[in-house]
């Protein structure tokens, strides 16, 4: 068997002499993604995921009165912060055409305050992927109740679209998912907000956001 090396290795760029292969836990030769795609990272603790309360939450354009679903990496976590997937499921109510959005909050710190970035930020535990695994998330996540110095900025559009409707329209049933691969990633002492451009009038969603945690080092 060609030698090999099991965990995470972080060789250095141009490195020679080096033949020792990534191998998982099993034995396995590690060559692309094995089991699921994030399985090892969920496995290792790394992956978790927020949502608000299963009645749903009205989503709103972004604001210092805030009360949007928000993901906050403090200034001290240590880890970058990687939006793997944001998903939303319609519950009840009218809702008016317009984008879903991620609005952006800088210079975040570790605290809140008045003042501050961050005035108040009614947290909720995040759970581990791997549902019963250890849960040591450093990112913070506030569903529904938080408040803000300056309103978040829009940053970038999460390429989900609300539709003119109302809970009595008859639809077909639809997903409301949008995956990212790495290319939405928040260092520390940042905050990104689930807001949308206009009002949704009385739509309620649940919403769940999927990260992963990676340290810095």
């Known amino acids: 068997m060609t030698a090999g090396y099991v965990g995470e290795q972080a060789a ?35 992956m978790y995921y927020g949502s608000t309360v299963a009645t749903g ?30 998903e939303l499921g319609y519950i009840s109510g009218a809702n008016a055409p317009g984008p ?29 992927c791997r549902i019963g695994g250890d849960s040591n998330a450093k990112a913070k996540w506030a569903p529904a109740v938080n408040t803000y110095t300056a309103a978040p900025v829009f940053t970038r559009t999460a390429s989900l679209n609300l539709f003119t409707g109302a809970a009595a329209t008859a639809v077909a049933p639809f997903n409301f998912m949008r995956e990212y691969d790495g290319d939405l990633v928040m ?21 769940t956001v999927v990260w992963e945690e990676i340290p810095v080092d």
């Open 12 to 46: 250095s760029d141009g490195l020679t002499g080096y033949d020792s292969e990534r191998r998982g836990r099993l034995g396995d030769r590690i060559v692309s993604q094995l089991h699921g795609k994030y399985y090892e990272s969920a496995r290792r603790g790394r």
């Open 57 to 86: 939450i009205a989503l709103i354009v972004p604001a210092t009165t805030g009360n949007h679903p928000t993901l906050w990496n403090p200034a001290s976590s240590g880890v970058d912060v990687s939006i793997v997937r944001v």
């Open 100 to 128: 879903i959005e991620w609005a952006l909050t800088t210079n975040a710190g570790d605290t809140v305050g008045t003042g501050l970035a961050i005035v108040t930020f009614t947290q909720v535990a995040s759970l581990p």
């Open 187 to 207: 260092a520390p002492g940042n905050a990104l907000s689930l807001c949308t451009q206009t009002a949704t009038t009385t739509a309620l969603f649940q919403v």
